[in-house]
T-cell receptor, first 114, second 110 residues
Framework: DAGVIQSPRHEVTEMGQEVTLRCKPI?????LFWYRQTMMRGLELLIY????????DSGMPEDRFSAKMPNASFSTLKIQPSEPRDSAVYFC????????????FGEGSWLTVV | GQQLNQSPQSMFIQEGEDVSMNCTSS?????WLWYKQDPGEGPVLLIA?????ELTSNGRLTAQFGITRKDSFLNISASIPSDVGIYFC??????????FGTGTLLAVQP
């Protein structure tokens, strides 16, 4: 079975550029989560969707970050403009329970902003 | 963001030794999860706990949901080199948000 698929796996971009991270959740899962992982702050929830609707975006750092889920099999996390402090690993995860009992993570998108 | 207190931060052990790590919270949780993250990969779920006092095993791994509902423990018996990685606890409470611990880095020397 295919797991959560993220792209790109690695991205290096210059400060001020737009970054778009993509995610395909596990088929049949109705909840999708975007997390950010850094050494200093660990794993932080940025936003989560239930049935394609954003439920809680309180973790989104600022207006430069936006996330969309146009359908059940695709989501994007966009950073515009990017800054060096955005450098982190961004994980997408999905769940079938509509809640949080079992979340499955993708392999992550490693973002470096120089 | 809010995090759980996980200890120890790191462990360096010999192959064959047993390992114990724990997670504590100031608030009550309804669910505890334990994940392992290998280098360059995403966290992978190891064990899920849903009731206070619950003890669940997955091979050489055993985890317990603390009676107070404010803590959880993970034990690894007879460690092997492939146990190397970062172990995260995660808890879900009244807010329904999944909060992650700070992680325990495990290194196993053959």
């Amino acid at each position: 079975d295919a797991g959560v698929i993220q792209s790109p796996r690695h991205e290096v971009t210059e400060m001020g550029q737009e970054v778009t991270l993509r995610c395909k959740p596990i088929s049949g899962h109705n909840s999708l989560f975007w997390y950010r992982q850094t050494m200093m702050r660990g794993l932080e929830l940025l936003i989560y969707f239930n049935n394609n609707v954003p439920i809680d975006d309180s973790g989104m750092p600022e207006d430069r970050f936006s996330a969309k889920m146009p359908n059940a099999s695709f989501s994007t996390l966009k950073i515009q403009p990017s800054e060096p402090r955005d450098s982190a690993v961004y994980f997408c995860a999905s769940s079938s329970s509509g809640g949080w009992d079992t979340i499955y993570f993708g392999e992550g998108s490693w973002l470096t902003v120089v | 963001g809010q995090q759980l207190n996980q200890s120890p931060q790191s462990m360096f052990i010999q192959e064959g030794e047993d390992v114990s790590m724990n997670c504590t919270s100031s608030s009550i949780f309804n669910t505890w999860l334990w994940y392992k993250q290998d280098p360059g990969e995403g966290p992978v779920l190891l064990i899920a706990l849903y009731k206070a006092g619950e003890l669940t095993s997955n091979g050489r791994l055993t985890a317990q949901f603390g009676i107070t509902r404010k803590d959880s423990f993970l034990n690894i018996s007879a460690s092997i080199p492939s146990d190397v990685g970062i172990y995260f606890c995660a808890g879900r409470g009244a807010t329904n948000k999944l909060i992650f611990g700070t992680g325990t880095l495990l290194a196993v020397q053959p």
